[in-house]
Nanobody, 124 residues
């Protein structure tokens, strides 16, 4: 079992930055790939970024590539999402997810554990 708690969301102006954190509990974190997803009102949950169990091979949705950075600290059981140059279209609830596999995925159905989400609002 892995339990996930996100933090770091908030209200920011366009062009600003936020860093989301996801604290994980459970002994399987260090062998789990991790992902960030987001869901805007009236839209489906969409992939943002993922990283493998050792912190390598990060990959991103085209919409955030070059602006967002995913990283993890296995000693702290935490995964991060650094978000720079934020745009109003980045407004959404952001979710952290864990996968019982060492490699990340872009597919929501391939993740086994989810956090409760943290709201990110970007004003224009």
């Amino acid at each position: 079992q892995v339990q996930l708690v996100e933090s770091g969301g908030g209200l920011v102006q366009a062009g600003g930055s936020l860093r989301l954190s996801c604290a994980a509990s459970g002994r399987t974190f260090s062998s789990s790939a991790m992902g960030w997803f987001r869901q805007a009102p009236g839209k489906e949950r969409e992939f943002v970024a993922a990283i493998n169990w050792r912190g390598g091979s990060p990959f991103y949705a085209d919409s955030v590539k070059g602006r967002f950075t995913i990283s993890r600290d296995n000693a702290k059981n935490t995964v991060y999402l650094q978000m720079n140059s934020l745009k109003p279209e980045d407004t959404a609830v952001y979710y952290c997810a864990a996968r019982t596999d060492i490699w990340g995925s872009t597919k929501t159905r391939e993740y086994d554990y989810w956090g409760q989400g943290t709201q990110v609002t970007v004003s224009s």
